[in-house]
């Protein structure tokens, strides 16, 4: 099925969300006619959630089902929820920057 969606008129959806297989993330904002669809579409809870305070989700964050990063300009309010959310050591913000870039970093903590 596709579905037309674009997040505060902007179509690049892919750079405001971020989905798994188990959950989806998407930026504060967004109306509940929105998220339900989402949800829907993808069959997955959705969370709504700025990281470093700023709408672009995916650009700042990567992970998987086992573990999220995010980067240590997010906020303690927003570490907060997210490791409410989730089972607390699925969450970093704290990891040293090794490698060049975050997909990297990511693939050395699992």
Sequence with gaps: MIVKQNFFNNANVGVFSFATDEYCLIPKGL????????????????????????????????????????????????????????????VKNNFSYLYFTFGNAFYRMC
């Design 31 to 90: 109306t509940k006619r929105e998220t339900n669809r989402i949800e829907k579409t993808l069959h997955v809870p959705c969370f709504d959630i700025n990281i470093a305070q700023s709408h672009i989700i995916h650009t700042l964050t990567i992970g998987n089902k086992n573990g999220l990063l995010i980067p240590h300009t997010a906020t303690d309010e927003e570490y907060s929820v997210l490791k409410k959310l989730f089972d607390n050591n699925k």
